[in-house]
């Protein structure tokens, strides 16, 4: 069955470092997601993705954050100054449609420490 | 704006009971779609059920059954014969950007 991948799935970097986090959606699927899960906590969104261009995000997807499709596989999310806060678990999800009635086909996440 | 609330934080079993997880679902829309996600301690979220809010009928799939009742908002989950490997956390989630809950831990012991 073909799933979301995502790369590296532990990244540890210091505060005010840039990191960019990767992620495979799946090959037939149109809308892309990038969601947070700060340990413990619960799963927010962060930022939806169709047609090469941000659809919604959320308050937390401030200036410090953004998302690029740059070439026809890849999905990543750059954090431009990482903060000790953004530490989290990071899920890339992807879904073949837009309107969040087909669900969220999640990959493993990526373990973000910020030190 | 919608909301999701999932009162029980953690919920702790002996394996072969069964277990009901609850999740209130508030939202201005008229139509709407529900989700169940388990998160086992690896830390992936795994699709369980979706439901749509005109379809109110009871479903089964193996031990999994849910409940989803209109006027009060709530669809909740139900394991029949829980097993030590349902332990994790269980997040109900209402459609628009898919908002979670806060998740339920299940801890079922042998």
């Known amino acids: 069955e073909p799933e979301v991948t995502q790369t590296p799935s532990h990244q540890v970097t210091q505060m005010g470092q840039e990191v960019i986090l990767r992620c495979v959606p799946i090959s037939n699927h149109l809308y892309f997601y990038w969601y947070r899960q700060i340990l413990g906590q619960k799963v927010e969104f962060l930022v939806s993705?169709?047609?090469?261009?941000?659809?919604?995000k959320s308050e937390i997807f401030d200036d410090q954050f953004s998302v690029e499709r740059p070439d026809g596989s890849n999905f990543t999310l750059k954090i431009r100054s990482t903060k000790l806060e953004d530490s989290a678990m990071y899920f890339c999800?992807?879904?073949?449609?837009?309107?969040?009635?087909?669900?969220?086909?999640f990959g493993n996440g990526t373990r973000l420490t910020v030190t | 704006a919608q909301k999701v609330t999932q009162a029980q934080t953690e919920i702790s079993v002996v394996e072969k009971e069964d277990v009901t997880l609850d999740c209130v679902y508030e939202t201005r829309d008229t139509t709407y779609y529900l989700f169940w996600y388990k998160q086992p301690p690896s830390g992936e979220l795994v699709f369980l059920i979706r439901r749509n809010s005109f379809d109110e009928q009871n479903e089964i799939s193996g031990r999994y059954s849910w409940n989803f009742q209109k006027s009060t908002s709530s669809f909740n989950f139900t394991i029949t014969a829980s097993q030590v490997v349902d332990s994790a956390v269980y997040f109900c989630a209402g459609a628009r950007q898919l908002t979670f809950g806060s998740g339920t831990q299940l801890t079922v012991l042998p």
């Open positions: 999800a992807s879904s073949p449609q837009g309107d969040y009635n087909s669900p969220l086909h």
């Open positions: 993705f169709y047609n090469n261009e941000i659809s919604e």
